[in-house]
């Protein structure tokens, strides 16, 4: 009922604040565009119709027929085999990798004959142990011999199974390295953003550079010094921020962070008492970017602020 | 119909039946599939952890059952106990109990962080199927939980996993005529709900960034709607763009460089579509028809742009290609269609239908083939998919003075219906891609 009430008001205050010598040519708009639009509604109709009578003769239907609701392809796994578990049908699709700034989540592969003194350090698999085909009945043997903290891989094959193929399958994806892969750049972006943002610029510096250098193409680069130069101004370290300033925005003139760099580039040069600089650059923000209309109103304000 | 009212019934879908009573009707609850009969025993607990095993237990049982693809039996009817994440199950006496999947478990805890550890096995080919651990700091523990129930979901039905999630809404408090809406955010179970913004403006169509911590969003303050982002680690909001018109129905690109969203026209008559580059702010118009052009929602290659357009006289569906191009009408049946949304495996597009006073939500592929209803009724609204495309959140509007909107989830055969449990009433869901 929100809602309703929203646009109601709305139209209250649209109507009472339209002039009345107005209103007869707006109406007549009005009836035009809808005329145009009941026009335009008829022609995708019949244009439809059209694709649908062409490929009548292939469909060999009797009539036009309204869209025949299917059920999806994937139901087709389902439902699942009372005897056996279907083999993966797919392997995990490619997750969208959601650097969401939440905690990210380690993973292990576990080996059926993995003990639980094994598990809390969550080690990496020791490349190299490669999992030999054993029977089932040498499970529990095996369990038992188990020690010392190395992995003992094993492909179970139940005896008589004709499920080799699945369970190798399988077997291939807990020692597959996805798991084991170093920290994504996006990972290493976001932990040293949340460095910054609890305060810990050791921390978040070591991460940006680490950044910097390692992925000095990927899209985030630019925001990566430009965050470096915030963990310096933070610390009102000026001179260094205003490098970083300097560099987010020399290399990257087209990264989002472009007119804040240049911004705070002018503000760093400002604390350092370079007011001639400064006002330049600030009032450069202006001109460089004529469209960053929220960074451009901040800069005018930071421009009469230094006493430009 | 006046120009600016046009507008406004296109910035939030207008239900013409609100005040009429409806009964509910086409929802199926029940699922034409037999779940598949899973004994998730009771996780071993390491010293101290013994309150969290049991809890972690129950989130991967409540994710499995809540696919609809699973049937978790109950722990008493279990014949064996495992005592150790080391013991080999007794195959025979899980057969006994008719269970196909067997899963033992352990939680335990060192230097600050929790590690859960499965197994899962066939118990027929008596076959290990899977095993991980995943280790964070215990406050993590839900999303542990929701990792193990991943993996165990996407190794038996080979779909791609989607319970270590989140999911963004409009949270609406208070009575009817004043109602609250705030920015709000919570797991896609429905855990951890919290509030982002105070309510101090009508928040409207909140959705996530594919790659960043970024929420954008429409809101009307004291003036016109206006388009927002917002960092949900700093809580930091920036206006996108400062335009004299309104602008709505924001979207990021697939790549989250970019927001689409509609700008309203000078004379306030229609609203087109615009892209804005976050990077260089450059905007960029795509549509330019005299008509009220909004909604749009790329598809995951970020080619094509699915949106609704009353170009032709009543809201429908189209498809163009992402410079513009090529518009055509995808929906053609009998009503009204909206709010259309791409499935990030770009198989289908969801859809808000509306006639006869019903609302419902459908899918049908991007060439408007193959229109599927999945749930109709008085008032359905605004479907969001899960990241594997085998979900759809959408808000259930309830009539009366004491009824308000909520969430639920369909899968996209049409079965399963679930409530999606809020605090409060809650509309415009948006769910997040998989949390890594």
């Known amino acids: ?120 350090a969550a080690q990496p698999q020791q490349a190299g142990v490669a999992p030999g085909p054993t029977t089932l009945g040498a499970m529990a043997n095996n369990a038992a011999q188990a020690n010392d903290g190395a992995f003992q891989g094993q492909v179970l094959v139940a005896p008589g199974s004709d499920d080799t193929a699945a369970v190798s399958q399988d077997q291939a994806a807990l020692t597959q390295p996805a798991t084991l ?82 911004l705070k580039l002018g503000l760093s040069l400002s604390r350092l008492g370079q007011k001639d600089q400064a006002c330049a650059t600030i009032g450069s923000v202006d001109s460089e970017f004529p469209n960053a209309v929220e960074i451009k109103k901040r800069a005018q304000a930071e421009f009469k602020r230094a006493g430009c | 119909m006046t120009s600016k009212l046009r507008i406004f019934l296109f910035l939030v879908l207008a239900y013409c039946g609100a005040t009429q009573a409806f009964a509910v009707n086409g929802i199926v609850t029940s699922g034409k599939i037999d779940p598949l009969p899973i004994a998730i025993t009771p996780f071993i607990a390491a010293a101290g952890t013994e309150n969290d095993s049991a809890t ?46 067997l899963v033992i478990g352990q939680v335990s805890q060192s230097g600050g962080r929790m590690t859960v550890a499965f197994k899962l096995y066939d118990v027929n080919t008596q076959a290990f199927l899977a095993g991980s651990s995943f280790t964070a700091p215990p406050k993590f523990s839900r999303r542990l939980a929701h990792k193990v129930a991943d993996m165990i979901y996407n190794k ?32 896609q179970d429905g855990f951890n709900p919290r509030t982002l913004t105070s309510g101090n403006e009508i928040l409207l169509t909140p959705r996530f960034s594919p790659n960043t911590q970024e929420i954008t969003y429409a809101a009307i303050g004291t003036e016109a709607s206006r388009v927002y982002l917002y960092n949900i680690d700093t809580g930091q909001k920036e206006i996108v763009g400062d335009f004299p018109n309104m602008s709505f129905a924001p979207r990021f690109s697939p790549d989250g460089q970019k927001v689409v969203m509609s700008l309203q026209s000078d004379d306030g008559r229609n609203a087109n579509i615009f892209e804005m580059d976050l990077r260089s702010k450059q905007m960029r118009q ?86 599927r209803i999945l749930t109709e009724g008085f008032h359905n609204e605004g479907p969001t998919w899960s990241p594997n495309s085998r979900v759809v959140m959408f808000f259930r509007d309830q009539p009366g003075e004491s009824g308000g909107p909520q969430l639920y989830s369909v899968d996209i055969t049409g079965y399963n219906e679930q409530k999606v449990p809020t605090p409060e009433f809650s509309s415009d869901p948006a769910w997040s891609p998989l949390l890594k």
Do not use: C
């Open chain 2, 156 to 187: 038996i039905t080979g779909f791609a996993p989607y319970f270590d999630t989140r999911v963004v809404y409009v949270d609406e408090s208070g009575p009817k005529n004043a109602r609250v809406k705030k920015l709000a955010m919570m797991d």
């Open chain 1, 1 to 120: 009922m929100l809602k309703r009430s929203l646009f109601i008001v709305a139209l209250l205050m649209s109507a009472a604040v339209m002039p009345a010598h107005a209103d007869d040519l707006s109406n007549r708009v009005d009836a035009l565009e809808e005329q145009i639009r009941q026009l335009t509604g008829q022609m995708e109709q019949l244009n439809f119709q059209l694709k649908q009578l062409q490929a009548q003769p292939a469909q060999k239907m009797g009539a036009i027929a309204p869209p025949v609701p299917a059920q999806p392809q994937q139901q087709a796994v389902l439902p699942l085999p009372k005897k056996k578990l279907p083999a993966p049908q797919a392997t995990v699709q490619a997750t969208q990798q959601a650097a969401q700034g939440v905690e990210t989540i380690e993973e292990t592969p576990v080996l059926p004959t993995m003990k639980a003194a094994q598990m809390p």
């Open chain 1, 181 to 262: 892969e170093p920290e994504t750049p996006d990972d290493l972006f976001l932990r040293s953003e949340k460095a910054l943002l609890q305060l810990q610029y050791g921390d978040a510096e070591s991460g940006f550079k680490e950044f910097i250098s390692k992925y000095p193409e990927h899209n985030l680069a630019g925001s990566a010094e430009f965050k470096l130069g915030e963990t310096y101004y933070a610390q009102q370290n000026y001179a260094d921020a205003a490098k970083s300033y300097m560099a987010s925005y020399k290399q990257y003139p087209k990264g989002r962070r472009a007119p804040d760099s240049l």
């Open chain 2, 56 to 101: 972690i237990s129950g989130i991967i049982a409540s994710d499995l059952a809540r696919s609809g693809y699973f049937n978790p039996l109950p722990p008493e009817s279990f014949i064996e106990q495992i005592g150790s994440f080391d013991q080999s199950p007794n195959f025979a006496s899980w057969q006994q109990v008719k269970t196909q999947a």
């Open chain 2, 286 to 371: 795509v549509t330019d028809v005299p008509a009220i052009n909004t909604a749009p929602s790329y598809s995951p290659d970020g080619t094509r742009i699915t949106f609704e357009s009353d170009r032709g006289g009543s809201q429908q569906v189209y498809v163009m290609n992402a410079d513009g191009s090529n518009q055509n009408r995808v929906s053609f049946g009998k009503g009204r269609y909206s709010t259309p949304v791409w499935s990030p495996d770009g198989k289908y597009i969801a859809f808000t239908k509306q006639g006869e006073s019903k609302f419902a939500i459908g899918v049908m592929a991007p060439d408007g083939s193959g229109e």
